[in-house]
Structure formats: C-alpha cells, structure tokens
C-alpha cells in the first residue's frame, strides 16, 4: 500500500512512497515531483458523466493525475492549491464527505462518488450546490484545509455547530443542517438579518456520532479582504 506523509513546516508538501506495482491518483495540478521510475498521465475517471459532476461538486478538474509505479519503487511529492494544512483521513469503516477542493489524493482504493443534496442544502451549501462528493472503499485520502486545520469529535447530544467555510470534510454518518444563523427561531427574514448583522452567514448543524475536521481561514472572505481597495 502507498505510503502517505506530510511534510514541511509552513505550507507542508504530500510525500508518497510507492512500491513497484502500486498507484494513486490526485487532483490535476498537485505533483510537485516525482522519481523516474514513476508514471503520470491524466484520466478521466469514471467517464464524462462522473468527471462533469465531480467537477460540479467540489471544483475538481475534469482530468486527475494518475501516478503509477511502473519500473520499481518511486517516491513523489504533491501540493494542494491553497496554503495551508494537509491531513490524511481513513476510509474503510467509515466514509467521508468532502467540501470543495479539499481532495488531494487518494490511494487506488478509494472512490470519489458524487451524490445529490436536498433542495435546502443545496441552495445554502457551499459543498457542492446540487452536488457532492462522498469517499467510498478502502484506504486513504489526503485532504487540504485554508490555514491550520483541526479534528472535531461529534458525539450524541452533543451537536456541533460549524461555519460552512471552515469545513473541509466530516463523516458521511453524521447528520447535518444547513441554516443561515445560530440562533434557535425568528423565521427566514430575521436570521437573514442577524445573519448580515453577525457577519456569521452559512452554518452547518452537525449531530450524530462521527468526525468533522476543520479549517481556520476562509477562502472567499480571504479573497474578498485581498480585492478591497485601500481606504
């Protein structure tokens, strides 16, 4: 099986070990390096079909970069498009949600399958609008979240309640609710208000028995700061 590594302080790199034989597959764009005994090409997985709705989901390209060990053992090294943390994630016993452009890479095993959402969450999520991805198989994912990036537990009576933005991925057992404020009533007009006047916007309401992992920046408020002219 590949072995996955993170390494580098700030803006850490995604080291793979491969053995002859072995292979993974990563979003277009994330080889850095890689070994001569290493072949990359691009795929189309799953067909158009699948490739246009992965594309919907979480903003990945139409074509994943494919890495194979083909003439002995190679290492390479993969980078995520945004700055920030990098953690690797078991898939086997349980599945995992992904938001968008959290997909790294993933080991041959695993399966990104694109699902559907409910009206309401697809109108109000940014994990994929209609659309969004969910691990399937065995093995393992590599996820990238905007700046530092933290594991939360879920546990029964015990919801958790998690700014859309910051969401990278969370177990597929989990349930999850989409608002647009924490606050407990009010109607759809007054948590539109308190959500303008919090600077809160989307939240996800998570219950249930599973594991959410986090980031601490947000990408679109980030980007927004950046495009400010100067007072």
Request: net charge negative; glycine share 12%; charged share 15%.
């Amino acid at each position: 099986m590949p072995v996955f590594s993170v390494t580098g302080d700030v803006d850490p790199f995604l080291h793979v070990a491969l053995a002859q034989g072995e292979k993974i597959y990563c979003e277009s764009g994330a080889m850095v390096m890689m070994e001569a005994n290493l072949d990359l090409k691009g795929k189309m997985s799953g067909g158009i079909g699948s490739a246009i709705m992965r594309r919907f989901a979480n903003g990945e390209s139409f074509f994943q970069q494919h890495i194979e060990a083909l003439r002995g053992d190679g290492d390479c090294l993969l980078s995520p498009t945004l700055p920030g943390a990098l953690r690797m994630v078991e898939v086997g016993a349980s599945q995992y949600m992904l938001s968008d452009g959290a997909f790294v890479a993933a080991s041959s095993g695993v399966e990104l399958k694109v699902r559907t959402q409910s009206l309401g969450n697809a109108l109000f999520a940014q994990s994929g609008g209609f659309f969004i991805t969910e691990t399937s198989g065995s093995g393992q994912v590599a996820v990238s979240g905007f700046g530092s990036m933290s594991e939360l537990e879920v546990t029964p009576g015990k919801e958790v309640v998690i700014d859309n933005s910051h969401v990278v991925c969370w177990d597929s057992k989990l349930r999850y609710e989409i608002s647009m404020t924490t606050a407990a009533s009010g109607g759809f007009l007054g948590n539109l208000v308190n959500s303008q006047t919090s600077g809160e916007g989307v939240v996800l309401k998570f219950s249930g028995q599973g594991k959410v992992l986090v980031c601490s920046r947000n990408r679109d408020a980030f980007l927004s700061w950046t495009q400010r002219k100067p007072a």
